[in-house]
C-alpha cells in the first residue's frame, strides 16, 4: 500500500472522492444507456460502457501526469495556450461538426473521436487570467495593462463560445469575475468589465434576434419558455426528470432499475442526476451533491495552504469551473433552470468532459502536492 501511496501526491481526500465520483460514473452510466445500445446496438450494451470505462481509465490517467506537472509550467504556457484556444474555437466556428443542433466539436484528424473545444477555452483562459491577476499583485502601476489585457481574452473566448453555448461562457465569465474579485483587482475595473460583456452580449442578441436565421437563440427561447410554460408536453424534458426524481423515494428503485432512462432525451449526460435520484434515491442525489461541495471545500484548504498568488488563483478558478458546472447540472435536473446543456463532471457520458474535468483535477493535485512538500521542507528545517 505505501508503494502505492508514494506515486499518488497531493490531497489524499481528493483521491478517495474522484475513485468515489468514477464509481458512480460507470453505475449510472451503464444503467442509462440501454435505450441506446437497445436501439442503436442490438440491445448490446457492453459497447457504450466499456467505450466509457475506456475514458475513465484515461481520466486516471491525466489526472496522475498532470499531478506530477509543476504548476508554474502552465503559467508560463498560458498566453501559448490562449492563442491555440482562440485558434481552435475559431476552426469549430467554421470548420466544426453539429451535434443537437449545436456547433461545438472538432474531429481529431484519423481517429473516430470529436472534442469540445470551448473545454479546452475555459482551462486556458483561467489560467490566463490567474497569471495577469498574479502579475498585478506585484506591478500595481500596471492596473490598466492587466485589465485591457483580461478584457481583450474574455471578449474573444467568451465571444468566441456564446454563438454555440452560452451557458458555457456565462458561467465562464462568473468565473472570471470571481478571480477578478478575489485578485484584488479594483472593482472600477471589474464594473467596467461587467459593463463590457453585458452591452457586447445585449448587441449580440438583439442582431441575432431580428436576424432572418436566428440560429442558437431561437433554440435558448425554446428552452426558456418551455422553462415558464405550464404545459407539460411542451415541458417534456423537465416533466420526465420530476418523475423520476419523484419516484426515487429517499433509498431509490436500486441499480438498473430506472424506468424513466427510457423517456428523458440524454439521460446519461444531461439528465444524469435525475437517473441518479430515481436509482439511489434522495440520500444518493445528497451525497451526489456533497461530494461536489465537498471538492471545493478541500480546494479551499489547499487555497489557504498556497504562499502565493498564482496556484492560489488557478485553484479557485478550476475549482470552481467544476463545481459550478456540476450545480447547473443539477438545478436543470431538479428543473430549478431552463436546460443548459452541462454534463455532470466526472459522471456524465462524454469523453471531452472527463478528460478535460480530469486535466483541472490533476493541477489541482499538483498545487495541492507542491504545497504539501513545501511544508513538509520548512517543518524539518525548523526541527533541524
Known amino acids: 500500500m505505501n508503494k502505492i501511496r508514494k506515486y499518488f501526491k497531493g490531497d489524499k481526500i481528493l483521491w478517495m472522492v474522484i475513485v468515489i465520483l468514477f464509481s458512480l460514473s460507470m453505475l449510472a452510466v451503464y444503467s442509462s444507456t440501454g435505450t441506446l445500445a437497445y436501439k442503436y446496438r442490438e440491445g448490446n450494451v457492453?459497447?457504450?460502457?466499456?467505450?466509457?470505462?475506456?475514458?475513465?481509465v484515461f481520466g486516471i490517467g491525466v489526472i496522475f501526469?498532470?499531478?506530477r506537472i509543476p504548476y508554474t509550467i502552465f503559467s508560463r504556457f498560458s498566453p501559448i495556450l490562449l492563442i491555440a484556444a482562440?485558434?481552435?474555437?475559431?476552426?469549430?466556428?467554421?470548420?466544426?461538426i453539429t451535434k443537437n443542433e449545436?456547433?461545438?466539436?472538432?474531429?481529431?484528424p484519423g481517429l473516430d473521436?470529436?472534442?469540445?473545444?470551448?473545454?479546452?477555452?475555459?482551462?486556458?483562459?483561467?489560467?490566463?487570467?490567474a497569471r495577469i491577476l498574479s502579475q498585478n499583485q506585484k506591478r500595481k502601476k500596471d492596473l490598466n495593462r492587466a485589465f485591457l489585457r483580461i478584457v481583450i481574452a474574455v471578449i474573444l473566448v467568451c465571444g468566441l463560445i456564446v454563438t454555440e453555448n452560452l451557458s458555457t461562457a456565462a458561467l465562464l465569465f462568473v468565473i472570471i469575475f470571481v478571480l477578478m474579485y478575489i485578485g484584488r483587482m479594483p472593482f472600477i475595473y471589474i464594473k467596467k468589465l461587467l459593463t463590457i460583456v453585458s452591452l457586447t452580449m445585449f448587441l449580440f442578441l438583439l442582431i441575432a434576434w431580428f436576424s432572418p436565421d436566428k440560429g442558437r437563440v431561437g433554440t435558448w427561447k425554446n428552452r426558456i419558455e418551455s422553462f415558464l410554460s405550464d404545459d407539460s408536453a411542451t415541458n417534456y424534458q423537465a416533466e420526465q426528470a420530476k418523475i423520476a426524481i419523484a419516484t426515487g423515494g429517499f433509498?431509490?428503485?436500486?441499480?438498473?432499475?430506472?424506468?424513466?432512462?427510457?423517456f428523458l432525451p440524454h439521460p446519461y449526460s444531461d439528465f444524469i442526476y435525475a437517473?441518479?435520484?430515481?436509482?439511489?434515491g434522495f440520500f444518493g442525489g445528497l451525497v451526489t451533491m456533497f461530494l461536489y461541495l465537498y471538492i471545493f471545500f478541500r480546494v479551499g484548504v489547499i487555497v489557504k495552504k498556497c504562499s502565493t498568488v498564482f496556484p492560489a488563483l488557478l485553484t479557485i478558478g478550476l475549482g470552481l469551473n467544476l463545481v459550478f458546472q456540476a450545480l447547473t447540472n443539477m438545478a436543470v435536473a431538479v428543473n430549478l433552470i431552463p436546460v443548459t446543456g452541462q454534463p455532470l463532471p466526472f459522471v456524465s457520458w462524454g469523453g471531452t468532459s472527463i478528460i478535460f474535468s480530469a486535466l483541472s483535477f490533476g493541477i489541482i493535485l499538483s498545487i495541492s502536492r507542491e504545497v504539501e512538500g513545501n511544508r513538509t521542507t520548512v517543518a524539518m528545517k525548523a526541527t533541524t
Open 102 to 108: 449545436a456547433t461545438r466539436w472538432l474531429t481529431l
Open 251 to 262: 433509498f431509490g428503485k436500486k441499480p438498473g432499475n430506472s424506468s424513466q432512462k427510457n
Open 65 to 67: 501526469v498532470f499531478h
Open 46 to 56: 457492453t459497447s457504450y460502457i466499456m467505450r466509457h470505462v475506456g475514458f475513465l
Open 275 to 280: 437517473i441518479i435520484i430515481e436509482e439511489y
Open 86 to 96: 482562440v485558434f481552435l474555437l475559431l476552426i469549430t466556428l467554421a470548420l466544426g
Open 113 to 129: 473521436l470529436a472534442f469540445q473545444t470551448s473545454d479546452f477555452a475555459k482551462f486556458a483562459l483561467i489560467t490566463y487570467v
